[in-house]
């Protein structure tokens, strides 16, 4: 398998060029044992790990084995029907000959604002984009029921299969991806971990995922699989 990072065309091959084209725009995102350096870490400097781990995700799935172009900090609007609102970006978007992959990197980052405190302040706003994306992922609970829920999530698995979509694929990963060990920990960390772990629980069987982690949804016209799966990398 091989795997090369890029950003508007430009090669990306160390962390110092991972920092200059793909860092997040907050400075302060990028830090020893934080999410954002440790995904270009696992990304460069433990690159045949990471393809190991990659060639295992696509196997769990039942996709070939596959070389992929990616970019960090990659943007994917959320198509058609989510009312107005900007792109989601992917910490990193792989894109291969059939699949294409969209991580979120965390350490105890939460996954945003609960879905539910979303649905409120967007409540009579015509650009009810939490009221969409609920509707679209998790229609078979009311809002009630997935409240609790991290927003990242469903923006994550959304855009991961428009990004599909627009690369002409119909298949996808949406992958969260935790680093544990020698990590930044902050004041709530395990408490934030223990959140993120629940939320995960909580919106793969919101979805109605089958046992291996997979939906399949309509996105303007094609229906996209998406694997929907999280993995621990220690440091």
């Known amino acids: 398998?091989?795997?090369r990072y890029e950003k508007e065309g430009m090669a990306i091959d160390s962390l110092?060029?991972?920092?200059?084209?793909?860092?997040?725009?907050?400075?302060?995102?990028w830090k020893e044992g934080r999410s954002a350096r440790l995904m270009a870490e696992l990304a460069i400097e433990r690159k045949p790990e990471f393809a190991k781990r990659v060639s295992d995700l696509l196997a769990e799935c039942g996709i070939a084995e596959q070389d992929f172009v990616c970019e960090p900090e990659a943007a994917t609007g959320l198509g058609e029907?989510?009312?107005?609102?900007?792109?989601?970006?992917?910490?990193?978007?792989?894109?291969?000959?059939?699949?294409?992959?969209?991580?979120?990197?965390?350490?105890?980052?939460?996954?945003?604002?609960?879905i539910g405190k979303r649905l409120k302040s967007e409540k009579g706003?015509?650009?009810?984009?939490?009221?969409?994306?609920?509707?679209?992922l998790t229609p078979e609970k009311n809002q009630d029921e997935v409240s609790g829920i991290g927003y990242q999530l469903f923006t994550a698995a959304r855009g991961t299969m428009c990004a599909a979509l627009k690369h002409g694929m119909d298949k996808c990963i949406m992958l969260v991806i935790t680093f544990k060990g020698n990590v930044e920990k902050e004041k709530n960390y395990d408490a934030n971990c223990e959140k993120n772990a629940k939320d995960f629980d909580d919106f793969l069987k919101a979805t109605g995922a089958d046992g291996n982690g997979r939906i399949v949804r309509d996105i303007s016209g094609k229906d996209i699989s998406c694997w929907i799966k999280h993995i621990d990398v220690t440091v």
Do not use: Y
Request: aromatic share 4%; hydrophobic share 30%.
């Open 16 to 29: 110092e060029a991972w920092k200059e084209l793909g860092n997040p725009k907050k400075d302060n995102q």
């Open 125 to 136: 706003n015509e650009s009810n984009r939490a009221k969409c994306l609920t509707e679209r």
């Open 81 to 114: 029907g989510m009312c107005r609102g900007g792109a989601r970006k992917h910490d990193l978007l792989m894109r291969g000959n059939d699949c294409v992959i969209g991580i979120e990197a965390k350490v105890s980052e939460l996954f945003g604002e609960e």
């Open 1 to 3: 398998m091989n795997i």
